[in-house]
């Protein structure tokens, strides 16, 4: 993920836990924030509850992944956070999570939305 993609700043991810909102799967928390950029910044918050460190580069490089391939509305700040049972999961079970989340949140375009179906 590019450099400017990426939450990177204590302040900004605080600023996202602060003011931002929540949504809650069994598998994934995802924290959103509006910001004013022309594109969204992402940050993965994987604490060490979840695993060793192949374990949440693992749960990392799927997030990002399953995000970087979704067409989102511009202009948020975005942080997901893995629960426990997210670490035995696999991509399309984490994908469907993203998806699901992001609905509900609203970042995820419409067409996109509309076409996605659980697998």
Sequence with gaps: MRKELRLRRRRDFDAVFRRGRSWHHELLV???LPNSLEHNRYGFVTPKRLGGAVVRNRLRRRLRESIRVLPTR???DV???PKAPAAAA???QLNRAVVDLLVRAGILAEDAAAGETPA
Excluded: T
């Design 30 to 32: 995802l924290r959103a």
């Design 74 to 76: 511009c202009g948020w």
């Design 79 to 81: 942080v997901v956070s």
């Design 90 to 92: 696999n991509f399309q």
